[in-house]
């Protein structure tokens, strides 16, 4: 049910906004389309590499799946 998976994605949005630390990227924003059902962020821009490059130059790093 997509209901479903937006409220879960809303909440985890939630979540993710009260956390604050320098390790972590800040979220601002969360937009779902409801014609194809995706949900985007948007994020604070980081310095560094992204993180496919880095599992493409290390290899798997564990408890990281790729979800795309």
């Known amino acids: 049910n997509s209901h479903k ?3 879960s994605d809303i909440q985890e949005y939630k979540n ?8 972590i990227v800040n979220i601002h924003e ?9 949900t ?3 994020m604070e821009v980081a310095k560094g590499k ?5 599992l493409d130059s290390q290899g798997k790093i564990d408890g990281i799946r ?3």
Do not use: A, C, E, S
Request: zero cysteines.
């Open 50 to 54: 992204d993180l496919q490059t880095i």
């Open 66 to 68: 790729k979800q795309f």
């Open 40 to 42: 985007y962020l948007v």
């Open 30 to 38: 969360l937009h779902i389309d409801l014609l194809t059902k995706k």
């Open 5 to 7: 998976l937006h409220f």
């Open 16 to 23: 993710f906004r009260r956390l604050n630390h320098k390790n």
